[in-house]
């Protein structure tokens, strides 16, 4: 199995060699223990197991509710009646109305619709097709470029900027 210049030719040997390293450094041994019961170094002692097993801890107790939990419990969420279910709702106010289309937005939708009327029926004003579709993709080009401009960018009027954001 040859890996190239990116690792070595024989993966397993490379491997065990790494093992009998370790080996002789004492890892993965099993530990031994003197006549007299007790550890042969302090660096086994540490690793030494204890003589019964350790008892599992006891059943968590209830969460306390805090900031990341609910305060209910798993069940008393799934299994109890949905709140969806209420008789109160919440109802939405009217929405204000729509302000009045000032000059400029009827001009803009009066270029675009002779855009609209240039290239689908150019032959009904008299104006053969070679001059009307130029003509037609320009007006509508320009309507569309006069309606991006007059988007409003930015908070609206009267806004206070160090309120953070409204909804």
């Known amino acids: 199995m040859s890996r190239g210049k990116d690792g ?13 390293d ?10 031994e223990d003197d006549p007299a019961g007790t550890s042969v170094t302090a660096e086994t002692e540490t690793r030494k197991t204890p ?6 801890p006891a059943a968590d107790p209830p969460p306390e509710p805090g900031w990341r939990s609910g305060g209910t ?7 109890s009646d949905d709140p969806a279910d209420d008789d109160e709702h ?5 929405p204000p109305p729509l302000p009045r289309p000032k ?11 002779a855009g609209l009327f240039l290239l689908i029926l150019p032959g009904a004003i008299g104006v053969g097709p070679t001059v009307a579709t130029p003509l ?3 007006a509508l080009a320009t309507s569309i470029a006069l309606l991006l401009l007059r988007v409003r960018q930015g908070p609206p ?5 160090s309120n953070g954001a409204q909804v």
């Open 136 to 138: 037609g993709i320009l």
């Open 73 to 79: 419990s798993w069940d008393a969420t799934m299994f």
């Open 90 to 94: 919440y109802v939405p106010p009217e």
């Open 103 to 113: 000059m400029g937005a009827f001009l803009i939708l009066l270029l675009f619709l």
């Open 8 to 20: 070595p030719e024989d993966v397993d040997a490379t491997f065990a060699e790494i093992v009998a």
């Open 22 to 31: 370790l080996r002789a450094d004492g890892f993965g041994l099993p530990e």
């Open 51 to 56: 003589d019964r097993p350790v008892e599992p």
């Open 157 to 161: 009027p009267g806004a206070d900027p």
